[in-house]
């Protein structure tokens, strides 16, 4: 065992056996060392693995950033929610400035429609469910000129505009434009269920 330059007997002897005084081996020491070269990384936290926010907090502010930046998904919204924003006053007041400022030069201050549909009217291109109306604003009809507005505004705008469209429904708009599209709530739908056919998707 004593072939270790390094190996150092020590002078105590119990019932005859005696022990080295091994030194640690350099490997070991090293890595012990290099070891302890990391610890101002976990206190300075470029990767929130540390005393920092945290990778759960770091990853939770990023998603919100995210989420702030790109708005909701129409899809994640349910008919009743976005009809409830035409019941909002506060909701379909800031509409209101939404419409009027983005919306006036196709679709007219009344709804009346010019380059964009009548809004005020109970025909609809891409569907007049509250739903269908909240994914026509976000995602728009680009081929058509009618713009993607989830891409320019803040998603409360277009719950806003939207909830301010809803309100605009059966008014009488001066000289509107001609109805275009099918009529939602279709006549089907409002007529008795004895008579009716089987139900087909609403407003395509
Ligand atoms: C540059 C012109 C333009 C602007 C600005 C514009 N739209 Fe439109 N919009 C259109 C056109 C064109 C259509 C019809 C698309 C089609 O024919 O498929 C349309 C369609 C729509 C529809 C669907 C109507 C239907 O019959 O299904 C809604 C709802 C709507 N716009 C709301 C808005 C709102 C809210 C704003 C403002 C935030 C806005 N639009 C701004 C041109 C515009």
Not at 45 to 74: M, R, S
Not at 103 to 114: F, Q, T, Y
Request: glycine residues 8%.
């Amino acid at each position: 065992m004593a072939d270790n330059d390094n190996d150092h007997l020590l002078d105590h002897s119990y019932d005859g056996i005696q022990e080295y005084d091994n030194p640690l081996p350099t490997w070991w020491k090293l890595i012990f060392y290099a070891s302890i070269l990391v610890v101002p990384l976990y206190l300075w936290d470029p990767l929130g693995i540390g005393v920092g926010p945290g990778k759960e907090k770091a990853y939770q502010q990023e998603l919100a950033a995210f989420n702030a930046a790109h708005p909701k998904a129409a899809a994640s919204y349910t008919d009743d929610q976005v009809a409830a924003f035409a019941k909002n006053p506060a909701k379909v007041e800031a509409g209101k400035v939404v419409y009027t400022t983005y919306c006036v030069p196709c679709h007219r201050p009344d709804g009346g429609g010019i380059i964009g549909p009548n809004l005020t009217d109970d025909f609809w291109i891409h569907g007049g469910r509250p739903t269908e109306i909240m994914k026509t604003v976000t995602e728009g009809v680009l081929a058509k000129g009618m713009p993607n507005w989830g891409k320019m505004l803040k998603q409360e705008q277009v719950e806003d505009a939207v909830a301010y469209v809803q309100t605009l429904h059966g008014t009488n708009p001066a000289n509107p434009k001609e109805p275009q599209g099918t009529k939602y709530p279709s006549d089907s739908a409002a007529a008795p269920a004895a008579a009716a056919p089987a139900p087909t998707k609403k407003g395509k």
